[in-house]
Structure formats: C-alpha cells, structure tokens
C-alpha cells in the first residue's frame, strides 16, 4: 500500500506542478487481450494457457507540450489473467491499477487526426 501511495503523490505532483494550459480531461475503456507464460529454467509450464479477454477502464489526463507533442497519464483499472481448458475449465483474473506515463505525437492529415504514443507504465495488483 506504501508504493500506491507513493504513486499517488507523484501522479498528484505532476499534475500539480504542470502550467495550466487546456489540459484535456477524458476516459479511457478498452480490451485487454492477456496471457501468461510459467517457465522453470528453460521449460515452459504454461503451453496450455490461452488468452484471457478483458478489459481497462479509467480517467485519463493529457497536457500539450506544443502543436505536436503532449504528456499522457491517468489511472486505469485493468484486468488480465489466462485460461486454462485441460480437462477442466479453469480462469484466473488478476485486477492491477496502472498508471501510464506516455508522450504522444498527434497529427492532422486530411482533416483526420492521428496520433502515435509511447512510454512505460507503473502496475500495482490489487487482487
């Protein structure tokens, strides 16, 4: 719990210490299409997992950095885990709060607009 806190505050400060200059506030859902692989040295345990279909949801908050360029973050919930179908049905589902930290490049081509991110992301299982 100390390290969500810890993640808090620098999300918090962040948002804080940003100039003020039409911040974009929004909601983010979508899919996430998650597995797992189990390895012990070089053997690979978990060949009869498959995907587990879920999904992420969360307030997102984006700050301009320029005309192209901006700072992404927000908290998402997120659910990812595996199926396993070998004699018996059994799904696990694993609920993490990330936190992205993304810059983003957005462009105008046409009158549609396209934009390109990246960047890493904090996680925290909570169940």
Known sequence: MKTFTKILVVVTLLTIV???KAQIVGIKAGLNLANMVIKNDN????EDFTMNPMFHVG??????????LSFETGLLLSVKGYNYDEGQHDKTNLFYL?????????FDIGGIGIYGAAGPYA?????
């Open 18 to 20: 940003t100039e003020s």
């Open 43 to 46: 053997m690979t345990m978990s």
């Open 59 to 68: 307030p997102t908050l984006e700050f301009p950095l320029g005309e192209v």
């Open 98 to 106: 990330d936190v992205p930290l993304r810059a983003k490049a957005t």
């Open 123 to 127: 996680g925290m299982g909570i169940v």
